[in-house]
């Protein structure tokens, strides 16, 4: 199968970077449409726990547009039909499930970003579970 259209999650660590770099090269080498996706974690919990505004999730959005414009740049100067998106949403169903529905995404790319013991057995990593529930590929890149 030959990918034409290709997702990469990012986050701002050095695994989504490689994740990234490795977007680019694919996305290269097939001649494929690259969709660099930055979800703003929109945490019910959160919300209700710590009573975090609407504002809260905005301005993090307004950061957040500001550091995927390098991602964009770096995919247009390698001559990439690239396509950045910022999302506020939850992590997991966005990457998962609503952005590869929505834009026929047939190759999802993450990084694999380590979550601690604890925390994975309650409530899993993004990676894993981007992985599991996602109906096209995924690449993990460590």
């Known amino acids: 199968m030959a990918y034409k259209r290709i997702l990469v999650g990012l986050d701002g660590s050095k695994q989504a970077d ?28 959160m919300d209700s726990t710590f009573g975090v505004s609407e504002d809260f999730y905005q301005d993090l959005y ?14 247009e100067e390698q001559g990439i039909h690239i396509n950045g998106n910022v999302i506020i949403g939850s992590i997991k169903t966005v990457l998962a499930k609503d952005f590869p529905a929505e834009h026929h995404i047939d190759l999802i790319i993450v990084g694999n970003t380590g979550v601690n013991a604890v925390t994975k057995m309650i409530q899993g990593s993004h990676t894993g579970y981007v992985a599991r529930q996602s109906t096209c590929d995924v690449l993990i890149v460590k």
């Open 18 to 45: 490689r994740a990234f770099r490795v977007g680019c090269e694919l996305a290269k080498i097939l001649s494929a449409s690259l969709y660099v996706v930055w979800v703003v974690n929109r945490d019910r919990g």
């Open 62 to 75: 307004r950061q957040v547009k500001e550091k995927i414009k390098p991602y964009i740049k770096r995919g």
